[in-house]
């Protein structure tokens, strides 16, 4: 059974053969970033797959978020640059939510819990983050729910 990370490395590997510099490059920092992670403590260890998955998660949205700011910088290569690296690790991702599909989860989570007015955003979100999972970032299902208890 082949893991996560060596999925990557392997990945990595091919990278370097095919020389795709991008490719090879996001690899390369998001292999350091599990590196670091399994280091990191008081002893060393081998991070799970979910580990391995939410390390990935954290870059990914690092590359968003460094982008956004490159825009408002006005530095539109680095931030295309930081878009495209976030491509490569989102083929690494599970599959994102549509909108629609995210507001019928929400939907529901506010049916359940019964709740209404802003107040009960917290309530919401302890639904609806484990029917989420990865497939959604936290600040677009807060979003969601948001509009949902306005509504």
Same mark, same amino acid.
């Given at each position: 059974?082949?893991?996560?990370?060596?999925?990557?490395?392997?990945?990595?590997?091919?990278?370097?053969?095919?020389?795709?510099?991008?490719?090879?490059?996001?690899?390369?920092?998001?292999?350091?970033?599990?590196?670091?992670? *399994? !280091?990191a403590?008081?002893?060393?260890?081998?991070?799970?797959? #979910? &580990?391995?998955?939410?390390? @990935? /998660?954290?870059? =990914?949205?690092?590359?968003?978020?460094?982008?956004?700011?490159?825009?408002?910088?006005?530095?539109?290569?680095?931030?295309?640059?930081?878009?495209?690296?976030? *491509? !490569?690790?989102?083929?690494?991702?599970?599959?994102?939510?549509? #909108? &629609?599909?995210?507001?019928? @989860? /929400?939907?529901? =989570?506010?049916?359940?819990?019964?709740?209404?007015?802003?107040?009960?955003?917290?309530?919401?979100m302890?639904?609806?983050?484990?029917?989420?999972?990865?497939?959604?970032?936290?600040g677009?299902?807060?979003?969601?729910?948001?509009?949902?208890?306005?509504?």
């Amino acid at each position: 059974m082949t893991t996560f990370k060596s999925r990557l490395q392997d990945d990595l590997t091919a990278a370097i053969k095919a020389r795709d510099e991008l490719r090879s490059a996001t690899l390369r920092m998001t292999l350091a970033a599990i590196t670091k992670e *399994e !280091v990191a403590g008081t002893e060393a260890r081998v991070l799970s797959d #979910d &580990e391995v998955q939410a390390v @990935i /998660v954290r870059e =990914a949205k690092k590359r968003r978020e460094a982008a956004e700011a490159f825009d408002k910088g006005g530095r539109t290569e680095q931030a295309a640059r930081e878009r495209a690296e976030g *491509e !490569v690790l989102a083929e690494y991702l599970p599959a994102q939510l549509s #909108d &629609e599909e995210l507001e019928a @989860i /929400v939907a529901d =989570a506010v049916a359940e819990s019964g709740a209404e007015g802003p107040r009960a955003m917290g309530a919401v979100m302890k639904i609806v983050k484990p029917k989420v999972g990865d497939r959604a970032e936290g600040g677009r299902v807060a979003a969601a729910v948001k509009r949902a208890l306005a509504g």
